[in-house]
């Protein structure tokens, strides 16, 4: 199995055109971060194309609309404080 | 373990002198395991946060049953107020000599980016960020709970 190490060196050199081509949009990369496996806007779909296409060694991740920060959009991904801890 | 930072594109160039386009980030594959299931995905290693957050997503793949688990919220930079729901699980990030498994708590939310932050995550690890060089450093310290 690909290690984190070189999955990040794969998936960086690719990483921009994938922001192009699916921003906004949730991303399978392939388990080694060589390509982009499939993409959707809505993550259940991307985990359900991802069961039609029989393939179960991904990795999720997301492109975000607008980079000034990655979590400065207004979408509840950015955790800062105010949690209630278990 | 020494990974490189990832290029991320701004949608408008900041106005500053060179008007920078885009920038690097750290991120960080990981593995969620829960019983005999796992879940890849790509962390944001964010010092910011105060937990791990997941999206509700990996906790139907990880096939974690959240309908009793404790509940809680968290802050959005935006402000909004997302309710979140708290369970244990194993995480695991590997480098080419280091293996990092730790049982830990994490919270899942509807949320879109998988978050590695400060309460059972970055909590055990010395960060650092060397975007000069493109890389970040997560060290793991001594206190943390491998399994």
Redesign the interface.
């Known amino acids: 199995m690909t290690d984190s190490v070189e999955f990040i060196r794969n998936m960086r050199t690719r990483h921009l055109d994938a922001c192009d081509r699916y921003a906004g949009k949730n991303i399978a990369w392939s388990e080694d971060g060589t390509q982009v496996l499939a993409a959707a806007e809505d993550l259940s779909d991307l985990y359900a194309e991802m069961k039609r296409l029989g393939i179960e060694d991904f990795v999720i991740d997301f492109s975000p609309t607008m980079m000034e920060s990655p979590t400065a959009n207004g979408q509840p991904n950015a955790p800062v404080g105010g949690e209630n801890k278990p | 373990?020494?990974?490189?930072?990832?290029?991320?594109?701004?949608?408008t160039p900041?106005p500053y002198p060179g008007g920078p386009n885009?920038?690097d980030?750290p991120?960080?594959?990981?593995i969620a395991e829960h019983g005999s299931f796992i879940?890849?995905?790509?962390f944001?290693v964010?010092p910011?946060?105060?937990?791990i957050?997941l999206?509700d997503?990996?906790a139907?793949?990880l096939k974690i049953d959240l309908s009793n688990a404790?509940?809680?919220?968290?802050?959005?930079?935006?402000g909004?107020?997302?309710p979140?729901r708290?369970c244990q699980l194993t995480l695991e990030?590997?480098?080419?000599s280091v293996t990092c498994r730790w049982r830990t708590?994490v919270?899942f939310?509807?949320?879109?980016?998988?978050?590695l932050?400060h309460?059972g995550g970055l909590e055990y690890f010395h960060f650092s960020l060397d975007p000069a060089n493109e890389e970040f450093m997560l060290v793991p310290r001594d206190s943390l709970p491998r399994v």
């Not at chain 2, 990030?93 to 080419?96: A, H, K, N, P, V």
């Open positions: 373990m020494i990974f490189s930072l990832t290029p991320m594109r701004l949608s900041l885009g920038r980030v991120f960080v594959r990981a879940a890849r995905g790509v944001l964010d910011a946060a105060d937990s957050v999206p997503q990996a139907r793949q404790p509940a809680g919220h968290v802050t959005a930079v935006g909004s107020q997302v979140v708290y990030l590997r480098s080419t708590w919270a939310g509807p949320v879109q980016r998988w978050l932050g309460i």
